[in-house]
């Protein structure tokens, strides 16, 4: 372990290397920085005017209107009923965050550095078992009260208590904030997975300790909070919309970190419980920025007036971050899927050929990996250095880890692969399930069978196909449609049998890994341990992934986690792609430069003046 941190020192060290950058010695023994980069050296050097992909001269003013498509905490995406997104209770509004400012923010075309937000450095300790940081000096809250290392204590203290599990499980070894003067705070670690947890809480949100002593941080509210960063809640329709409107007071426009971002005036999340209603909102112009996540109505539906006479066009742009793991997560905590032969075998009812070409006009990709579409997705045999890793666990994890990675079965596109589907058969006789009567029973008669839990129909006419697949394995499947209120409580409480989500992955994996697929999290209401994944080799190997000193090492634990993971088939994997499809009204602007790792629309985009006027004549 000595030797370990050592390294991970020595690679830390390389981010804050240059005797003409130190200032000084931080309370905790580090030396302060103005970024942190876990491998390596930083982009940007102290004294950066802006980040090279945002346009410093970008116009500021007018509307964004956009429906949610991505989610954190507690957010939903077809409704809200709380503007409290850092807890577990309630469906969370979205554009939450760009109301709170953070230590310090992460730069969109490295993968793993950030640098000075409320913080204008950073000190990393040489035993890697503290991080201090240096608040700026200005940096205040929308009711004109400073930001204080009192209220980054407070929120350190509050969160650990009483914040949403994800939250709880990314801090778990986070032992105390505590006051180092009137501008310094100090974060103290335990155990030996520290690697990533200055930048974990680094991007914790700051609330204001006296506004908290006056608001239950635990309940529901529809109630506006108090901020401190770039936007403030400007009105709110419960679980129609909500409006944020661009501070012109904000502290922070002009730090280099913000130069060129948050240019829009006002950015407004619209909510529809219907897809295709959302879809015929965006042709009327009631929003004006749309990512297509449905290849049918990429490839269909955009020949509406307005696309062809050009007020609206379509963009396709590419998507280097890995393409998360969105696929049917099959519930192991209930009996009947405990042997992954059963789990297996759902995934030969699956045709995806057959899918792809009839239902998605072959835009997609069938996704095998949790890590597809990036370096740390495992190919082939695996490597010497993934064996050093795997061979603990030979016996303990299926044999196939030590051969081939296992890909998804491809089938010859007719929608009912004969061949694939015996196979599907075979693996539930070998698992006790034996077909009778057409229906597939165990020793004790009951037959199997599987809900699909949903809160759209837009995924029916792929699972009908699929459930009418699964039939002819003797599985008696369904489809369990409810409101989106229900359909979170349930998703909290894996009170379902299999269930679509998709989950990003970092470009540098780490301590959130637990939360997808750590033991400790498989009975954690709220996590997003879907799968209920509780498996001592996978554990092992993400503490491999936590600890990796240089990228190579994170490849090649990655890689082996893959493997594990795959072959235990604890979700059917659906499908990608590598780029982003984006429909947008045409009155945008976009600096020429867009961030690998970042979509960036909401913060680096603008209204156009001349394109907006063209659009409303």
């Known amino acids: 372990m000595r030797a370990r941190l050592a390294a991970l020192a020595a690679t830390i060290a390389l981010a804050f290397t240059g005797p003409a950058q130190a200032e000084s010695l931080a309370p905790n023994g580090g030396e302060w920085r103005h970024g942190m980069s876990i491998f390596g050296d930083l982009k940007y050097d102290a004294g950066f005017p802006h980040f090279d992909y945002a346009d410093p001269a970008a116009p500021k003013g007018g509307e964004l209107r956009l429906i949610p498509s991505e989610a954190y905490l507690n957010q939903g995406f077809l409704t809200f009923d709380t503007l409290n997104i850092f807890v ?38 040489p035993d890697r078992m503290s991080v201090a940081f240096r608040l700026r000096d200005g940096a205040r809250f ?36 505590e006051a180092a003067g009137d501008r310094t705070v100090v974060y103290r670690f335990q155990g030996d997975l520290v690697r990533d947890l200055p930048f974990t809480v680094a991007e914790l949100p700051i609330l204001s300790k006296a506004y908290y002593s006056d608001h239950d941080f635990s309940a529901s509210s529809l109630e506006p909070p108090l901020g401190s960063g770039p936007y403030r809640v400007d009105d709110v329709q419960q679980g129609r919309s909500i409006t944020h409107r661009l501070d012109p007071d904000y502290w922070g426009r002009d730090l280099p970190v913000n130069r060129g971002r948050f240019n829009f005036g006002t950015v407004r999340f619209e909510y529809f419980r219907d897809r295709t209603a959302a879809f015929e909102a965006f042709k009327s112009g009631e929003y004006t920025f749309r990512e297509e996540f449905t290849s049918r109505f990429w490839a269909t539906k955009y020949e509406f007036p307005a696309v062809t006479d050009g007020r609206v066009i379509k963009l396709t742009t590419p998507d280097n971050r890995p393409s998360g793991t969105q696929g049917w997560f099959i519930n192991t905590r209930k009996a009947k899927f405990a042997d992954p032969r059963v789990r297996q075998a759902l995934g030969y009812a699956f045709d995806f050929e057959w899918t792809n070409r009839l239902h998605f006009h072959g835009l997609y990709t069938r996704t095998q990996s949790y890590f597809e579409n990036s370096d740390m997705k495992a190919e082939g045999p695996p490597s010497e250095a993934e064996l050093a890793l795997l061979e603990p666990f030979r016996g303990q994890v299926p044999d196939e880890v030590f051969t081939e990675a296992w890909v998804p079965p491809v089938s010859n596109g007719s929608g009912q692969d004969r061949r694939m589907l015996k196979r599907g ?24 069978t599987i809900e699909f839990l949903s809160d759209t129909p837009t995924f029916e006419r792929v699972l009908q196909p699929f459930i009418k697949n699964l039939g002819l394995l003797g599985i008696d499947a369904s489809i369990r449609q409810v409101d989106a209120a229900q359909f979170e409580e349930r998703l909290k409480d894996f009170d379902f049998d299999i269930i679509i989500r998709r989950f990003s992955m970092r470009e540098t994996p780490g301590v959130e890994l637990r939360a997808f697929m750590g033991s400790e999290t498989a009975d954690q209401p709220g996590s997003r341990n879907l799968a209920g994944i509780a ?38 994997p659906q499908w990608y792609k590598g780029e982003h499809n984006l429909a947008v009204w045409d009155k945008f602007g976009w600096p020429e430069v867009k961030p690998k790792y970042h979509r960036g629309v909401i913060r680096l985009w603008w209204v156009d003046p001349e394109k907006e006027a063209r659009l409303n004549q």
């Open 88 to 125: 577990l209770k309630g469906s969370g509004a979205h554009g939450m965050r760009l109301t709170f400012d953070t230590l310090m923010t992460r730069a969109w075309d490295e993968p793993d550095a950030m640098y000075g937000l409320a913080a204008e450095a950073a000190a990393i300790a």
């Open 142 to 177: 929308h009711d004109g009260s400073p930001v204080m290392v009192d209220d980054v204590v407070f929120t350190f203290d509050l969160l650990k208590e009483k914040g949403h599990p994800l939250l709880t499980t990314a801090i778990r070894d986070v032992v105390s904030a």
């Open 425 to 448: 058969r075979d693996l539930l006789a070998d698992a006790g399930w034996v077909v009778s009567d057409g229906k597939a029973r165990n020793a004790a008669g009951e037959v199997l």
């Open 535 to 572: 498996n001592p080799a996978v554990d092992a190997l993400i503490d491999r992934v936590v600890h990796a000193t240089t990228r190579q090492e994170l490849v090649t634990a990655t890689r082996a986690l893959d493997r594990v993971l795959r072959a235990n088939h604890y979700w059917i």
